[in-house]
C-alpha cells in the first residue's frame, strides 16, 4: 500500500505571498492532520479534516487553512507569508475506524522557505 | 514550559549498544504514548505506541511507560548504524486529537 505523499517537496516563497500544499493520504483513510514542525516549537498541530469537514483546530492564525475533497485528498493554504512560516509542513493519516489518534502515518513533509 | 519534554541530544553510541531514550510530561491525562523515528529529510515513522502504563517490546525496541513518575522511555537493543535517526515521542489523551511531541533526541550509531 502506498503511503502518504505530499506535494511539492520544497517550496521558497517570499514574503506576502501565499502558498498551497497537497496532501494524499494512505488509500482507505479518510482522516488527514497537518502540522508544523520547526526547530524551535518542534511539531505542533493546525488542523484534522474528517470526510470534507475540519473536525479540529489548533492554534495557528486565520492565514492557515485547509480543506478536503471527496477523494480525501487535502490541501492547506497559507496567505500572506511571513518569515517564520518557514518550516516542515507534515500531513498524516488515521486508518477509518481506528481505536483513536494514536496510530497517524506521516507523509515525507514538504519544507517551505519563505525569503 | 512544554507539556512534553525531551533532551536533543546528540547522542553518540557505539554499535552494539543499548540505547535508552527518555521523556517527561506534565499532564497527567495522557494516556497514549508514542514512539516516532524520523530521518533526515523524512517524515516521522510510528515505531509503537503504549496505553498507559507498562511495558511494550517490538523486535529490538523496548517501550516502558511510568505514569506516576510522568516518565517514558524507548530502549533499543543491539543498536546499527541504520538507528542513526531523531527519536520523537507524543503523547495523547483519552479522546484527543493532536499529537503532543517532544522534540526530538537526535541518535547517532557509529560503526
Known amino acids: 500500500k502506498a503511503g502518504v505523499t505530499q506535494t511539492p517537496r520544497y517550496l521558497i516563497k517570499t514574503r506576502g505571498q501565499q502558498v498551497t500544499l497537497s496532501c494524499s493520504p494512505i488509500?482507505?483513510?479518510?482522516?488527514v492532520s497537518w502540522y508544523q514542525q520547526t526547530p524551535g516549537q518542534g511539531l505542533q498541530f493546525l488542523f484534522e479534516?474528517?470526510?470534507?469537514?475540519?473536525?479540529n483546530k489548533g492554534n495557528f492564525p486565520g492565514r492557515f487553512s485547509g480543506r478536503q475533497f471527496s477523494n480525501s485528498r487535502s490541501e492547506m493554504n497559507v496567505s500572506t507569508l511571513e518569515l517564520g512560516d518557514s518550516a516542515l509542513y507534515l500531513c498524516?493519516?488515521?486508518?477509518?475506524?481506528?481505536?483513536?489518534?494514536?496510530?497517524?502515518?506521516f507523509g515525507p513533509g514538504t519544507r517551505l522557505t519563505v525569503l | 514550559q512544554k507539556e512534553v519534554e525531551q533532551d536533543p541530544g546528540p547522542l553518540s553510541v557505539p554499535e552494539g549498544a543499548i540505547v535508552s531514550l527518555n521523556c517527561t510530561y506534565s499532564?497527567?491525562?495522557?494516556?497514549?504514548f508514542m514512539w516516532y523515528r524520523q530521518y533526515s529529510r523524512k517524515g516521522p515513522e510510528l515505531l509503537m505506541y503504549?496505553?498507559?502504563?507498562g511495558n511494550k517490546e517490538d523486535g529490538r525496541f523496548t517501550a516502558q511507560v511510568d505514569k506516576s513518575s510522568k516518565y517514558i522511555s524507548l530502549f533499543i537493543r543491539d543498536s546499527q548504524p541504520s538507528d542513526s535517526a531523531t527519536y520523537l515521542c507524543?503523547?495523547?489523551?483519552?479522546?484527543?486529537?493532536?499529537?503532543?511531541f517532544g522534540k526530538g533526541t537526535s541518535l547517532l550509531v557509529t560503526p
Open positions: 498524516a493519516s488515521r486508518p477509518s475506524g481506528s481505536s483513536g489518534y494514536n496510530e497517524q502515518f
Open positions: 488509500s482507505g483513510h479518510r482522516s
Open positions: 479534516y474528517f470526510s470534507e469537514t475540519q473536525r
Open positions: 499532564n497527567s491525562a495522557f494516556q497514549y
Open positions: 503504549t496505553y498507559s502504563s
Open positions: 507524543a503523547m495523547l489523551p483519552n479522546s484527543g486529537y493532536a499529537l503532543n
